[in-house]
């Protein structure tokens, strides 16, 4: 499939992983909703993006927030039609114990992951429906399947994601949409894992840039091709986990 032209949603565009895979759908020829929290950087990504010839949208939201979410997606959706593929990426990870966490703390997490991929979903499900098929991919984590300490909001929100996903290929197999999860393959150097990572993977992080190459095939797939799989975004290609 030549994605030249066609539409992306991408959320937590402005740094990181989300970035990268941005650059790298721009350089496919897609045009871009971006959106992220952080305007000031995903006003930066846009400008670099039109400046090498990109079509790019650029919404500052916080997806905490079921309200500034639909806001978005409206915006994202009048502005750039039926998209092909919808990647939620956004993710915040803030380490916490039960003894620390508060409740507004845990929902604004799990908000973020769960409630609007949930939102992001709903509202591309249609309209994906009406043009005959598309893809959607829920950022995971090994957090999505394992737990960790003090992920006490991110851990439970990765692992509802992949359930999201699971059921929501299994629906979508009748609308030829393509549901699937993706976990980075290898340890990547964005501003999440600055704030987490341990020495051990510090030693081992390599540039998110080199493991987009998944997100580009995932904008290929419908139902016929590859859904309701747990993927590793690994470098240079995808490898099925699950
Ligand atoms: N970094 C890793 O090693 C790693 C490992 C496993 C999974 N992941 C997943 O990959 C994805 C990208 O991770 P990353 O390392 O690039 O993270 P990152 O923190 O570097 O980037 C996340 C983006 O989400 C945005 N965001 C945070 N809160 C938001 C909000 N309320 N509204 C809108 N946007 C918001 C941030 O501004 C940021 O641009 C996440 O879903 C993460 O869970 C990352």
């Not at 970035?19 to 992220?36: I, N, W």
């Not at 979410?69 to 409206?74: C, E, G």
């Not at 990426?89 to 508060?102: H, K, P």
Request: proline content about 2%.
């Amino acid at each position: 499939m030549d994605l030249r032209g066609t539409f992306a949603i991408i959320t937590g565009a402005a740094q990181g992983l989300g970035h990268a895979v941005s650059k790298a759908y721009a350089r496919e020829g897609m045009r871009l909703a971006l959106m992220d929290i952080r305007g000031d950087k995903l006003d930066e990504l846009a400008a670099e993006l039109r400046t090498a010839g990109a079509e790019a949208l650029t919404i500052q939201v916080d997806l905490s927030d079921a309200g500034d979410t639909q806001h978005a997606i409206d915006a994202a959706l009048a502005w750039g039609g039926t998209p092909r593929i919808l990647v939620h990426n956004a993710a915040l990870l803030i380490q916490r114990s039960m003894l620390e966490i508060t409740l507004e703390q845990w929902q604004k997490e799990t908000n973020i992951i769960l409630q609007a991929g949930f939102q992001l979903c709903k509202a591309v499900w249609k309209p994906m429906i009406d043009a005959g098929g598309g893809s959607i991919v829920l950022l995971t984590s090994g957090s999505g399947t394992r737990g960790f300490v003090k992920e006490i909001a991110y851990c439970p929100a990765k692992h509802a994601t992949e359930g999201l996903m699971k059921t929501l290929a299994m629906e979508g197999a009748e609308f030829n949409i393509a549901v699937n999860a993706v976990t980075p393959g290898a340890a990547i150097h964005t501003p999440m894992s600055e704030q987490n990572y341990d020495e051990a993977g510090r030693a081992r992080w390599i540039d998110p840039a080199e493991i987009t190459e998944a997100f580009v095939e995932l904008a290929k797939q419908d139902a016929s091709g590859i859904t309701g799989k747990r993927i590793a975004a690994r470098v240079g290609k995808l490898e099925i986990l699950a």
